[in-house]
């Protein structure tokens, strides 16, 4: 499966963006999919996860609250609106799936066998 993520860009503190991971290739009703985001000089770091069994959804304790994560399987996309956006969540984002991801695992980079390219997200003071 190949995957595309959008949506970034620059936006001032308490602004809102959603980005969008469209997906080619394969079905991709049944991947679990995740967000992450890495900022300059940090580790990769779990922002959003959601698994396609049941639906459920996930979230870094420093997002929770602000940010959604959704799908549209008709649309082959996921979703991250990112609300009250703040200058600490500058970062490249970055949409990953895998067929099923085990739970303990899925806010492990390396739990994802699909990344693609990665998107820009700025916010300003």
């Known amino acids: 499966v190949q995957l595309q993520a959008s949506g970034g860009g620059l936006v001032q503190a308490g602004g809102s963006l959603r980005l969008s991971c469209a997906a080619s290739?394969?079905?991709?009703?049944?991947?679990?999919v995740g967000w992450f985001r890495q900022a300059p000089g940090k580790e990769r770091e779990f922002v959003a996860g959601?698994?396609?069994?049941?639906?459920?959804?996930y979230y870094a304790d420093s997002v929770k609250g602000r940010f959604t994560i959704s799908r549209d399987n008709a649309k082959n996309t996921v979703f991250l609106q990112m609300n009250s956006l703040e200058p600490e969540d500058t970062a490249v984002y970055y949409c990953?799936?895998?067929?099923?991801?085990?739970?303990?695992?899925?806010?492990?980079?390396?739990?994802?066998?699909?990344w693609g390219p990665g998107t820009q997200v700025t916010v300003s003071s």
């Open positions: 959601t698994r396609w069994m049941g639906g459920n959804t």
């Open positions: 290739g394969r079905t991709f009703s049944r991947y679990d």
């Open positions: 990953a799936a895998t067929p099923r991801v085990i739970l303990s695992a899925l806010r492990e980079p390396s739990s994802y066998n699909y």
